[in-house]
């Protein structure tokens, strides 16, 4: 008998997968999909205060191993998403909301909303490429993380997992100041920044000319991530960045990962996706002689 099960803070979860945000979860209905293939979790689109339209179009790119996306984080506000998530709560679907604001008041009303709404836990989104705080993202900055997670723990009491980017020139850094203020966990990676030109036209391609990588080609920047922020602190890490089969989330555990997101690799390989990568990871554990995933969680690292 194989045990998948695994634990993030107060979470436990039946399995490691967790739907990432920004992927089929702007309604309720999908996200149900998605956890009835297989997930046992569910990310939330990124919700911000108010109704927000997103960059004009084209706003993804399915290239050679990655997609480039510059959605500008559409969605329809706070206020108009809580009937989705109480859709959710009430089936028991395990639901992680993720919000994103400019400030640290801004955070903090929208994480009490979701709080109040049900959610089991908060994804800060600190790492979208497009979101600017004084001309950069809000994740390149470890004060404004430690304001903005210490304001939020201040007045909720569920999980909090700030997300952060790979835009930054030391992960380490970043991750300690979250781990300082006390968050419960942290979800790595984001998209990294990216861009393709259409020769003919002679400019960027996207409607906001840059984007965020993902898939395949980003996996091997999530797992030295993970792995990096793994060897230097110790709190739950949630791996995401590229994964499409079993090997892949294997890889982020051994990297120090307790669960994965899996985002992208819905479009190649389906909704389904949860469930097959659960029996892939399975299978490889049962051939290599492991009963338990916390036998393989870190395993890589030194
Ligand atoms: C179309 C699209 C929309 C996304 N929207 C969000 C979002 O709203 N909030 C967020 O934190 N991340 C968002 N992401 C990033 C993913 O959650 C994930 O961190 C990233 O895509 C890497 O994982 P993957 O390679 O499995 O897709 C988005 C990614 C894609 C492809």
Known sequence: MI??????STLTLKNPLILASGILDEDAQTMQRIFFNGAAAVVTKSIGTKPRTGYPNPTLLDLDHCLINAMGLPNPGIDNYLEEIAQLTTQN????ASIYADSPEEF???????QTAGVQAIELNLSCPHGQQYGLPLGCDPTLIQDIITSVKHKTTIPIFPKLS???TDIISIATAAADAKADGIVAINTIKAMKIDLDLCK???GNKIGGLSGQALKPIGIRCVY???????????????????????EYLMAGATAVQIGSGIYTRGID???KIEKEITTWMKNHHYTNLNEIIGAALP
């Open 3 to 8: 045990d998948l099960t695994t634990k993030i």
């Open 204 to 206: 960027p391609i996207l």
């Open 93 to 96: 679907i395990p639901t992680i």
């Open 166 to 168: 790979p835009n930054v």
């Open 108 to 114: 903090t009303t929208l994480a009490i909303k979701m």
């Open 228 to 250: 990096e922020i793994a060897q230097h602190l110790n709190l739950p890490i949630i791996g995401v960045g590229g994964i499409t089969n079993g090997e892949d989330a294997l």
């Open 273 to 275: 996706i949860f469930t």
